[in-house]
């Protein structure tokens, strides 16, 4: 059974970098066929796609994140992490991470973490 | 405002047949599979139909897909209490290169 486990600090001081690890259980997070997700929501709002890596190195990042955003994947740990910096506010949300099924087509993300809280406060 | 548009809101009585949809454009839902999510208030998202209409082992066959152009759709059967929950819909960009959720609808049983 894949299981995913978010960690990171829950309260991140403004303009500081946000660091999260996703560690992966029960499958290879270099197995091809998945990409490595992150997702997250703000307070009371819908889901926003933050973005994704893929084992060889392939990263799609939210354009919107673009500038602030770096996402790695240590496969020897079985775990991928998201660093943005320069936070404020608006980053304050709940992150999840995922596994999202990928053959010509996005299949959708079968797998989630349970998600962590993140406050970016002064 | 998401890109792509799902109705805020719907609602059924226990044993309707609801339906959700999704609308978008030829960049997204009229050239990739869309994917639907139940997500529960304090729970992770969970998977409810992939490549437009194949359900998940798990997901109870109340719950089907469907995609015609631009546009998706949800749909709910024999309506419980325990679906009351918020869906989206999900697909990639090939303009965005890039994944995009609906805004999300909240179904009230």
Not at chain 2, 81 to 86: F, N, Q
Request: aromatic share 10%.
């Amino acid at each position: 059974q894949v299981q995913l486990q978010e960690s990171g600090p829950g309260l991140v001081k403004t303009s500081q970098t946000l660091s999260l690890t996703c560690t992966v259980s029960g499958a290879s997070s270099g197995s091809g066929g998945y990409y490595w997700t992150w997702i997250r929501q703000h307070p009371g709002k819908g889901l926003e796609w933050v973005g994704n890596i893929h084992y060889s190195g392939s990263t799609y990042y939210n354009p919107s994140l673009k500038s602030r955003l770096s996402l790695s994947l240590d496969t020897s740990e079985n775990q991928f992490s998201l660093k943005l910096t320069s936070v404020t506010a608006a980053d304050t949300a709940v992150y999840y991470c995922a596994r999202e099924r990928v053959s010509g087509y996005h299949y959708g993300m079968d797998v989630w973490g349970q998600g962590t809280k993140v406050t970016v406060s002064s | 405002q998401s890109v792509l548009t799902q109705p805020p809101s719907a609602s059924g009585t226990p044993g309707q047949r609801v339906t959700i949809s999704c609308s978008g454009s030829s960049s997204n839902i009229g050239s990739n599979a869309v994917n639907w999510y139940q997500h529960l208030p304090g729970t992770a998202p969970n998977l409810l139909i992939y490549g437009n209409d194949q359900r998940p082992s798990g997901v109870p066959d109340r719950f089907s897909g469907s995609k015609s152009g631009t546009s998706a759709s949800l749909a709910i059967s024999g309506l419980q209490s325990e679906d009351e929950a918020d869906y989206y819909c999900e697909t990639w960009d090939d303009s965005l290169n890039g994944v995009l959720f609906g805004g999300g609808t909240k179904l009230t049983v």
